[in-house]
């Protein structure tokens, strides 16, 4: 059997089925460099593009050419065939055909090692190309540097080639500006390109490129990246499955082991919160994520994996608060990028503390998480303070939707993202209860009460005379006529993120109980689900996805390609019908998880999409972050190891597992009988076994006693 890291493909999801498609990434988990090719602009399914313009190597691109052309270096490029193309985790290769170049790659950490392999009489050309306010300099002539503000945060590159090169010529366009150099000849068709980055200077990209890589050869860098990523993707041990099972498994596992990157430098790391360089204390400083979709599922698999790495990454999101002001939405190096909706780094954090995991400054993050709640806009993809619209809710407990025909006054509203009134209540809501949980936890029973408040306003957008949320005019009075299907204008925005009604009228995680018993009981609760994923679309389907494109992945209105529906194949466990969440993981895993570039059905949002196929394949899934449990699905494989700290060790086996045996017949937790359709994290966490016994047709009995 192939070992995990030589099934990844990092090719699946490179068409994407809407906006961005993945890259071949080639770097560490959690690294700071990460290589790709440059293909042809303007596509953005990847896969599809028929050229490559370079290669990536920080704030520069390297691109190989056999003459010194004087055409626009910055539009070299040449043609290349995935045929003739090897993509891993962690090496790169392909043949530029044009000129029969073949050019490959490796990575460390803060750099990377690259090899262009000319063909027998060319010149050995290369172009190094960088923004255009980059700036380059030759301390002699084996090394180039490169500086570049990139989004508004300095990036250094420094170049150490294996032979002498002298520089051809200099060139600027509307692209950028660089260089072209030519390595001597000495026989050795063979130019091998060293790099280190860095953000704190174009010394520093120096020294971290001579402390990773001298003394090693390009084959010991490749062969020790392959074993790290050997040994992160070890952290989950599967048997049984298919062999294009195990590929999206490992695959999906590769990309969650992406998002958040280490950028500490030799104990400093630069910070674009305050755009100084900070000493890290020790601790190492993470950047890279977008919350809104990462907090489900994406960070709860980092903590069962890694929970010290994570700790560390809680503890640089209070740094950021510390040195902004907020909790940041979507941190980048450059500092925040205010995308989405939600204060949803407070279920991040309180998932954490809520699984018994304390090693940060719990006091600030609780602070952190209360400035974002009360004085920070819940305006869609704007950051400031409060407005009017933000009053609105904090009087009448819901934020408030404009009349049909009602023209925007507020200034502060974005554009094209509008209100997204019903969104935003209903995801503050889940945030405000996670808020107040860790209140409670510390001992501020005043805030707790205030936002345990709050954490049910979601009940003020319920109307029971249509059994949906639904949005409301600052006045109190429902919006008429509302659609909730196709309500919302463009992406539902004018009420909702992306999806409709029947989607966001489950996204009430923290008080699943309570929802229930708005949408009248257990059994009209099943009934709802039932219809959510039977409902037709009034009309052609391209018709729908016109005014929904972000609603991909579709089974009948439910959407897998977009985050908020994920925990709702789960809810069934919440009913009489615990098996049907275990027909419906299955199937949603066999329909829009696929081992081909059109393999991932949403956007795949720093690793969300495929951290959501990796619990599911396990057979697990935390429905509400913050709640300390994991619902259990279906799982596709016989036996299943998660390694945990300590050295522990979490077995799930499912006895008889195949396509046919999806349905869980009988479970036992450590031998003994387990009549609940979920398992706590603690009994996780202390290592275990979980066993099942799988069988092709549903125990309707088994899963239907207790609740959280």
Known sequence: MKAAVDVVNPNIGSVGHLLTATEPVVSLPHGMMKLVPVTTPGFTDRYLADRIFGFTAGCCRLMPAGKADTADPSAWSSMYDHDLEETTPYFYKVLLEDEDIEAEMTVSHQSAVYRFHYPDGAAHILSVSMPSDGGLSMPDDHTVCVSATVNRAPHYTFLVFSKPVKLLSEWSSQEGKGCVLQAAEDGDRMLEVRAGISYISVEQAGRNLHRELDGRTFEETKNAAREIWQQALCRVNITGGTEKQRTIFYTSLYRSLLNMSNITEDGRYYSGYDGTVHDSGGRDFYIND??????????????????????????????????????????????????????????????????????????????????????????????????????????????????????????????????????????????????????????????????????????????????????????????????????????????????????????????IEGLIGLMGGTDRFEERLDALFAEQYDGPKYSFLGQFPDSTGLIGMYCQGNEPAFHIPYLYNYTRSPWKTQRRVRQIMELWYQDTPLGICGDEDCGAMSSWYVFSAMGLYPVCPGKPVYEIGSPLFEKTEIRLAGGKRFVIHAEGASNRNKYIQQAFLNGKPLNEPRIHHRDLAAGGELRLVMGERPNKSWGTGGSV
């Open 290 to 511: 977008q919350v809104w979709d990462t907090y489900r599922c994406l960070h709860p698999l980092q903590l069962l994996l890694d929970p010290e790495r994570k700790q560390d990454m809680i503890q640089s999101y209070i740094r950021m608060y510390e040195q902004c002001g907020w909790l940041p939405q979507f941190p980048f190096v450059e500092g925040d990028r205010p995308v989405m909706i939600g204060n949803h780094a407070a279920a991040m954090i309180y998932d954490v503390y809520a699984k018994g995991y304390r090693n940060f400054d719990a006091a600030k993050a609780y602070q952190a998480m209360k400035t974002n709640a009360t004085e920070v806009t819940m305006l869609p993809w704007v950051h400031g303070p409060l407005t009017e619209l933000d009053r609105i809710y904090m009087e009448k407990g819901f934020f408030p939707a404009l009349k049909p025909g009602e023209k925007e006054w507020v200034p502060e509203v974005h554009h094209f993202e509008r209100r997204q009134a019903v969104a935003v209540t209903l995801e503050h809501a889940y945030d405000d209860w996670c808020v107040a949980q860790m209140a409670k936890e510390l001992g501020y029973e005043d805030d707790y009460r205030y936002f345990m408040k709050r954490s049910r306003n979601y009940r003020n957008l319920y109307n029971p005379a249509t059994g949906f949320m639904s949005p409301k005019s600052a006045d109190g009075a429902w919006i008429e006529p509302f659609d909730p299907k196709k309500g919302g204008g463009l992406g539902g925005r004018d009420y909702f993120a992306e999806c409709n009604a029947w989607i966001y009228s489950f996204h009430v995680q923290h008080d």
